[in-house]
């Protein structure tokens, strides 16, 4: 089970258990099916792997950028993250904030509603 940490400085990092201890498991980490080099995978003192993706600039534009990480032998896939950036989420993040405002307003005339009709 791969389970992510953090996304700092460009650089996803997450815990690998649930797999052999002998060798380092084979990661393939993929942006639009193109792989990413970079990937590390280094052991923990307290069990498990320490994985670190660094995410190349060169990836990061506007809208959603997803990465997917797989078992190497496998082709499982064990984890994804995305990166999302530019003017689209600013209008993504304004239209959930009113639709939030509006259901918050219905909310508070029914509760008020229900107060007057319970006095």
Known sequence: MLT?????????EGVLTGVAQDA??????SHLNAPL????VAPLAEGGWLVRVPVPAALISDGVQTFV???AAT???????????GDALAEDIRAE???LRAELDMLKR????HCVETA
């Open 37 to 40: 080099s970079g990937v590390s």
């Open 110 to 113: 029914a509760f008020r509603r």
């Open 75 to 85: 082709g499982e896939t064990l984890d994804s993250f995305s990166v999302i950036a």
């Open 24 to 29: 380092p498991p084979a990661l393939l980490v």
């Open 97 to 99: 904030v009113d639709l």
């Open 69 to 71: 990480i797989a078992d």
């Open 4 to 12: 992510r940490t953090r996304l700092q400085a460009g650089v996803w």
